[in-house]
């Protein structure tokens, strides 16, 4: 993902980020940085809960993913500098 590209979007309005941990259709472990616009957040959270696949896309912009869990300490420190984030999980 291009953090420029990502950080444009956030400036343009009140996002969150979120870490999204899951299993894709292959059973394998995921883990995506999810920048939700605050509008859509009582709709993702009511989503999540539920507790079925959904697409992230649908609620906001995946700024990293990768597979395991958790998320290499890179990622963490990235997604920490790149959004001036205290923690990232």
């Known amino acids: ?6 950080e444009r979007l ?3 309005d009140a996002w969150i ?3 999204i941990r899951g299993v894709d259709e292959d059973d394998e ?3 995506h940085y999810l920048a939700v616009r605050g509008a859509k957040l009582d709709e993702f959270l009511e989503v999540q809960k539920s507790g079925e696949f959904f697409d992230p896309e649908n609620y906001g912009v995946i700024v990293e993913s ?5 998320p290499p300490p ?3 420190k990235k997604i920490m500098e790149t959004f001036s ?3 990232v999980n």
Do not use: R, T
């Not at 993902?1 to 990502?6: E, G, I, Q, T």
């Not at 990768?66 to 958790?70: C, F, H, M, V």
């Open 1 to 6: 993902m291009n953090y420029s590209h990502a």
């Open 10 to 12: 956030l400036e343009k």
């Open 17 to 19: 980020i979120v870490l």
């Open 29 to 31: 472990q995921q883990y």
């Open 66 to 70: 990768g597979e395991g869990d958790p």
């Open 74 to 76: 890179s990622v963490q």
């Open 85 to 87: 984030l205290s923690q």
